[in-house]
């Protein structure tokens, strides 16, 4: 048996939890959470909690096993020391643990000048709470908001103004929305769903400045094009920082894309050694996937963190039997279109398109890099991609020889 702990209590802790317990573990569980709140989804929060069809109190995740944990929740951990096996929490708490999970996954990166960023009306999306504010900020009508970022959360958020009928300008630095993670003709259509859904896209741009009115709300902005809007409500959607300055100190090895573990979520110390007992998972983790070659792969998506969570919990309980390598999938929803993506488009060299037509926003690309297909993206036909996914698994060449057919050649990204 033993005392497990699971620091964050969100989708990879849960995941784990009720893991452990399926897999009759009889011991000691307790979950430490920030947030005050018990798990809950966070998909659903720039979508359809900001449209207003859902509550940002009815995204709780649901629980398929009675855990019977101990639930340390809006208190973080802030320090651990691996020598000793405890944890310390923010009230002073010390908790002892035989093994211990780290799933405190990552955060908003906020607007960074802090002084504009504490105006009233700059908000990020990131946690329920964030959900329920912005969503009271749009259903009170604001004249325009203002999106900073076009990455997923970016896109969706203005996918959600337009569907509310509120004017949204989106200013985005790079040359398309979505361009860091999909590149190409992704961004290409991208940009296209944002113009055709009426959404002001400044692509190529960057807010240099935000300005409060004399009650300290938000009410312009200054764009490197010149521009200076009227707006009421900004939103930072730069993207996350991992949560691990609870770790300092603790010699385990972390940088900015999360906390080292291998394939089996065994954290990994400064000085290369595996932790059997400190194990890693979800968004907070970074580690080496076999098909990805040396550089260790970060993946922020749902998915992930509950497959991660299982193998980490399978770690505690059984050793290294059972490696994480399954592809990473995620999806989006935005401007009525869905996308699937497979493997890490991001770090393709190469991207064809292989089925559909782009103008029509309902095609299949395919990501390369050094001549192996290595990602895969389907917008509105989301059963494609699982034969890409198998051909990702079986390190299939690029260009498919099926590229040759109808399609465009690869395009370099
Ligand atoms: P998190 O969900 O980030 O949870 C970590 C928890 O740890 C947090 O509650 C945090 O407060 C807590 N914590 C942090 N530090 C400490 C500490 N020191 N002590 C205690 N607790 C701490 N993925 C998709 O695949 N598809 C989507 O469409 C999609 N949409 C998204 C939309 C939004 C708005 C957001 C924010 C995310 C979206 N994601 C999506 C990503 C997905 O939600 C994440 O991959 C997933 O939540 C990761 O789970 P996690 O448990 O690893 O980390």
């Known amino acids: 048996a033993g005392h497990v702990v699971l620091v964050g209590a969100s989708l990879a802790a849960l995941h784990a939890a009720e893991t452990l317990r399926q897999k009759g573990f009889a011991g000691r569980l307790t979950l430490v959470g920030a947030e005050p709140h018990p798990p809950y989804d966070r998909p659903p929060l720039s979508k359809r909690v900001l449209a207003g069809r859902l509550s940002a109190e009815n995204t709780g995740l649901p629980q398929s096993i009675e855990l019977d944990a101990e639930w340390r929740l809006g208190v973080a951990a802030v320090a651990l020391d691996t020598k000793g096996k405890t944890v310390t929490l923010a009230d002073g708490d010390v908790l002892g643990f035989d093994k211990l999970l780290i799933a405190t996954g990552t955060r908003a990166r ?20 964030d959900a329920r504010d912005l969503r009271a900020r749009l259903a009170a009508g604001p004249r325009r908001v203002l999106v900073i970022g076009a990455g997923f959360v970016g896109s969706e958020t203005a996918s959600v103004c337009r569907e509310l009928g509120l004017a949204v300008t989106v200013v985005e630095r790079g040359a398309a929305p979505l361009a860091g993670a999909l590149g190409g003709p992704a961004g290409t259509a991208a940009g296209r769903l944002h113009r055709h859904h009426g959404v002001d896209l400044r ?55 999360g906390v080292r573990c291998d394939a089996f979520c065994r954290a990994i110390h400064d000085d290369g050694r595996i932790d059997d007992d400190v194990l890693v998972a979800g968004d907070v983790a970074c580690w080496p996937h076999p098909l990805f070659g040396d550089e260790p792969l970060a993946v922020e998506h749902w998915d992930n963190a509950v497959r991660q969570a299982r193998v980490a919990a399978t770690t505690m309980l059984h050793g290294p039997v059972l490696a994480h390598t399954a592809l990473p999938t995620f999806w989006s929803n935005q401007f009525g279109v869905n996308i699937k993506v497979v493997g890490v488009p991001s770090r393709a060299d190469q991207v064809a398109v292989v089925q559909g037509s782009v103008r029509d926003a309902c095609f299949v690309a395919t990501y390369g890099r050094a001549g192996r297909l290595i990602g895969a993206l389907a917008v509105n036909t989301p059963r494609a991609v699982d034969s890409y996914a198998a051909m990702i698994n079986d390190r299939a060449g690029f260009p498919l020889a099926l590229n040759a057919a109808d399609a465009p050649d690869p395009i370099r990204i």
């Open 110 to 129: 906020t607007w960074p000048q802090p002084a504009e960023a504490a105006l009233d009306g700059v908000v990020t999306i990131r946690t329920r709470d």
């Open 203 to 257: 692509t190529s741009t960057s807010v240099l400045a935000l300005e409060g009115d004399s009650a300290g709300r938000v009410c312009r902005a200054r764009l490197s094009d010149g521009d200076v809007l009227e707006v009421d409500v900004v939103v930072a959607a730069l993207g996350a920082i991992r949560n691990v300055e609870w770790l300092d100190g603790s010699g385990l090895a972390v940088d900015h894309r």
